[in-house]
Nanobody
Framework: QVQLVESGGGLVQPGGSLRLSCAASGSIFRINRMGWYRQAPGKQRELVAGLGSGVNTNYVDSVKGRFTISRDTAKNTVYLQMNSLKPEDTAVYFC??????????????WGQGTQVTVSS
C-alpha cells in the first residue's frame, strides 16, 4: 500500500503565503514524479506544478513566478510554496505521484486534497 498525506491548506488574505506539504509513505521503491493539481468549484482539475525524478519542473502560466514546487527526496515529501496568493487561487489542492512500489508495480496515487481559500 502507498498513500499520500497532504497538509498546509487554510484561509489566507490576498497577497499572503501558504506552504503545502505532501508526504508519501508505504511500500515505495521509487517516486517517479510528483505534482500538485487544483480544482475550483465548477471547474476542471488542473495541473498547477509538476516535478520529475530529476530537477525538471513545470507550472501552469497563472502561477509562474508565485509558486515553487520542491521535493525532499529523503522524506518522500513534495512541497508547494505559494506566494502572492490571489482569490482565483482558491481551490482544493491535490497531490499526485507516480510511484513504483517494492513489487515493481507503478501506480498513480492521489492525496485526499486540502482546501486553500484566499479571501479578505
Amino acid at each position: 500500500q502507498v498513500q499520500l498525506v497532504e497538509s498546509g491548506g487554510g484561509l489566507v488574505q490576498p497577497g499572503g503565503s501558504l506552504r503545502l506539504s505532501c508526504a508519501a509513505s508505504g511500500s515505495i521503491f521509487r517516486i517517479n514524479r510528483m505534482g500538485w493539481y487544483r480544482q475550483a468549484p465548477g471547474k476542471q482539475r488542473e495541473l498547477v506544478a509538476g516535478l520529475g525524478s530529476g530537477v525538471n519542473t513545470n507550472y501552469v502560466d497563472s502561477v509562474k513566478g508565485r509558486f515553487t514546487i520542491s521535493r525532499d527526496t529523503a522524506k518522500n515529501t513534495v512541497y508547494l510554496q505559494m506566494n502572492s496568493l490571489k482569490p482565483e487561487d482558491t481551490a482544493v489542492y491535490f497531490c499526485n505521484a507516480d510511484i513504483t512500489t517494492t513489487a515493481r508495480v507503478t501506480l498513480a496515487i492521489w492525496g485526499q486534497g486540502t482546501q486553500v481559500t484566499v479571501s479578505s
